[in-house]
């Protein structure tokens, strides 16, 4: 696609409950990342992405939250048991070449109640 | 801790000032990018400064890299109020080859009509 597209735009959840967000890269990226904004923060770094597998996945906060990457293009993030901690904008971003020029998505704005 | 940190947290002036926004990181780097990002949007990438330049331009950008000091900054000349933003600095980690790129918190840029 012309853009990297993120969905669900928002999202509100239930403590405890699961959620799932997508992320479509733009054609033709190898690399996928996804971060964390809390509200007037920085971003923290989650997962990478090379093609399908994951050769960094030290920023995830716990075994609560995975990833993964089909056909080397659309990535999900999924949260289970969510907490209000959870509550964040998730962004994703891809790159032609690893790590230069990120090129993000709107991102997901979760909300855990 | 931050690898890069950006100082203003907050920088307001007048549309056709010049807005000097800084960013320092720690350790050792190949590259140093900046990104801006509009209220509610993703992050946007401005202009990338290799560990062995010293300055590059783009338009109204003006990015300046000392690797001796470990800072960067970022100049945008003849402001505009579409510039208003938030402005971060991104940083690799130059001792390894292909790292994740780490985000510093920002600078809000509010730049009045």
């Known amino acids: 696609g012309a853009g990297v597209s993120q969905s669900p735009s928002n999202k509100v959840t239930e403590k405890g409950k699961d959620v799932e967000l997508r992320c479509d890269p733009i054609?033709?990226?190898?690399?996928l990342y996804w971060y964390r904004q809390s509200l007037g923060q920085g971003l923290e770094f989650l997962i990478y992405f090379q093609g399908n597998s994951a050769p960094d996945k030290s920023g995830l906060p716990s075994d609560r939250f995975s990833a993964e990457r089909t056909g080397g293009s659309v990535s999900t993030l999924t949260i289970q048991r969510t907490q209000q901690e959870d509550s964040a904008v998730y962004l994703c971003?891809?790159?032609?070449?690893?790590?230069?020029?990120?090129?993000f998505g709107s991102g997901t704005r979760l909300t855990v109640v | 801790s931050q690898q890069g940190e950006e100082d203003p947290q907050a920088l307001s002036i007048q549309e056709g000032e010049n807005a000097t926004m800084n960013c320092s990181y720690k350790t050792s780097i190949n590259n140093l990018q900046w990104y801006r990002q509009n209220s509610g949007r993703g992050l946007v990438h401005l202009i990338l400064?290799?560990?062995?330049?010293r300055e590059k331009h783009s338009g109204r950008l003006r990015v300046t890299l000392d690797t001796s000091k470990k800072s960067s900054s970022l100049l945008i000349t003849a402001s505009r109020a579409a510039d208003t933003a938030s402005y971060f600095c991104?940083?690799?980690?130059?001792?390894?080859?292909?790292?994740?790129?780490?985000f510093g918190e920002g600078t809000q840029l509010t730049v009045n009509p």
């Open positions: 991104a940083t690799d980690d130059g001792e390894t080859s292909g790292s994740r790129l780490t």
């Open positions: 971003a891809s790159s032609l070449i690893p790590f230069y020029g990120y090129t």
């Open positions: 400064i290799r560990s062995n330049e």
């Open positions: 054609s033709g990226h190898t690399a």
